[in-house]
């Protein structure tokens, strides 16, 4: 069964820094493109915006406009895990961050809460 584990979310001033992690158990994702999606509160909780994809070849594939220069996805394969590393966070970042397969999207976790005060 495959499981998404997000972390490293918290509560952090605006400018300050973050990194998350994604982790994958039950299979082995090195050959999938993965991303990082936000949910926020404006919307709803099965509304998520996709903000960065990293294909199989570790090759960035995309970023949200709004958070290009400031966020940086990236992959350990042999961890199995996708890192989203944050910079210069803007209170509009606030939001619950998940990981997903781009193209076969699995249950998603549980996520990991971003709070950026202003």
């Known amino acids: 069964q495959v499981q998404l584990v997000e972390s490293g979310g918290g509560l952090v001033e605006t400018g300050g820094s973050l990194r998350l992690s994604c982790g994958f158990t039950?299979?082995?994702?090195?050959?999938?493109?993965i991303s990082w999606y936000r949910q926020v509160p404006q919307k709803q909780r099965d509304q998520r915006d996709l903000v960065a994809t990293i294909n199989n070849y570790r090759n960035v594939s995309y970023y949200l406009e709004a958070v290009k220069g400031r966020f940086t996805i990236s992959r350990d394969n042999a961890k199995n895990t996708v890192y989203l590393d944050i910079k210069n966070l803007r209170p509009e970042d606030t939001g619950r961050y998940y990981c997903?397969?781009?193209?076969?999207?699995?249950?998603w976790g549980q996520g990991t809460q971003v709070t950026v005060s202003s």
């Open positions: 997903n397969d781009f193209e076969h999207q699995y249950t």
């Open positions: 039950g299979k082995d994702f090195s050959l999938n493109p």
